[in-house]
């Protein structure tokens, strides 16, 4: 068999099996490869006093090592860092191979919030992510990298897909992702928390997988007509059956299902909805987190008094529904991703019924828009 001699990956949407496709041309056998994908999810030093490469690696692959190295390394490089206002997370926007910018979000308690797309086409009216369109898939090894990238800065015990993208829209990816992060970089399957707006292939695939992640459902709404206007382009499936569909996941992996309900004033914090929710989900396996919004720029959506959002979640709690006000800024990702990125590169709103655009260089935010506290990758 004729062995490639060096590393001939690309690093813009790079793939695990692509990734495993290339050790094994290296010679590498599975234990080698077990070892590559072990030192790199868990940000561990390729040499050691102890133990050199050359000591358990072919020798192709050990010398291919530096450009897997440079290559791995090239996959998301962190370029600003800013802390949120609750001192308890903290956002980090990333550099990918092609000079596409994506946001990961440290969270307290070691998680951490990555993106699986640059852009989403749901379009979600709330969130500024959803302005700019898809703008492509990240690879599996993409979604990967932002953990390690993390790992880099602190402990990460648990990943949430809850940044820029729809999971659902680039599930091949996603699902490599999370089979990884479940076995070679110990992440425990429960501590990994898929997030989607509802698609059926989600609840055709999550079940089938090696790895079976918690899941978060984006709910928003019990109304089917409003659900529509603020998720414009997710599949339209009435409420009733996203829930039933979820619940039913849920307890094939005897775990609750996550709601998440981006609070907008005057919108969905309304008593119909909560009678919805209440009808949907009381004496149910599951929580409701209520996420007051996180206002973006040219917006006509507020977000409600904390007074309201407090009560909406008591009046749930006593019908009998676990419903739980996040109050952190850190954990409010979903809505709210997208922002460092934004000012970064200048997205401009959607018009109505147009495409927005996304414009600038990356890594020239405009004057007087620097986040406080931003360092330097
Ligand atoms: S909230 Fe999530 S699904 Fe909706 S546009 Fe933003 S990233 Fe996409």
Redesign the pocket.
């Known amino acids: 068999m004729t062995l490639d001699a060096g590393f001939t990956l690309n690093a813009a949407g790079l793939r695990i099996g692509e990734l495993r496709g290339q050790l094994r041309a290296l010679g590498a056998g599975p234990l080698h490869e077990a070892r590559v994908m072990r030192l790199w999810t868990h940000a561990l030093p390729w040499d050691s006093p102890r133990r050199h490469p050359a000591d358990h690696f072919p020798r192709t692959l050990d010398q291919a090592l530096p450009e897997l190295i440079s290559t791995l390394s090239g996959l998301a490089r962190l370029q600003l860092r800013e802390p949120s206002s609750d001192d308890e997370g903290e956002r980090l926007l990333f550099e990918l191979a092609d000079g596409q910018t994506v946001e990961s979000v440290l969270l307290a308690r070691g998680g951490v919030c990555v993106s699986t797309?640059v852009g989403?086409?749901?379009?979600?009216t709330?969130?500024?992510?959803?302005r700019s369109g898809l703008l492509r898939q990240l690879g599996s090894a993409e979604i990967v990298a932002q953990v390690v990238e993390a790992r880099r800065l602190r402990a990460v015990r648990k990943v949430v897909f809850?940044?820029?993208?729809?999971p659902a829209h680039n599930l091949d990816n996603v699902l490599e992702a999370i089979e990884l992060l479940g076995t070679e970089a110990m992440i425990g399957h429960r501590n990994l928390v898929f997030?989607t707006?509802g698609d059926e292939r989600v609840f055709e695939r999550l079940p089938q997988g090696r790895v079976r992640p918690a899941l978060a459902l984006?709910l928003h709404s019990t109304r089917a007509d409003l659900r529509a206007s603020l998720?414009p382009r997710?599949p339209r499936i009435e409420p009733a059956d996203l829930v039933a569909a979820a619940q039913a996941y849920g307890r094939t992996i005897g775990y609750p299902v996550q709601y998440q309900w981006?609070l907008i004033e005057g919108v969905n914090d309304t008593d119909q909805e909560i009678d919805g929710i209440v009808q949907l989900l009381a004496g149910q396996y599951a929580v409701m987190n209520l996420i007051p919004l996180n206002a973006i720029p040219d917006s006509p959506y507020r977000r409600p008094s904390w007074e309201r959002a407090a009560h909406m979640a008591r009046t749930l709690h006593q019908r009998g529904v676990l419903a739980k006000l996040r109050r952190s800024a850190a954990q409010d990702v979903?809505?709210g991703?997208?922002q460092l990125r934004a000012r970064t590169i200048s997205i401009q709103p959607r018009a109505p019924g147009g495409r927005a655009g996304a414009a600038g260089a990356v890594g020239a935010p405009p004057a007087g828009a620097a986040p406080a506290g931003v360092a330097g990758a």
């Open positions: 797309q989403c086409a749901v379009g979600c709330f969130c500024m992510t959803g809850m940044g820029m993208g729809e997030s707006v984006s998720l997710a981006t979903e809505g991703c997208g």
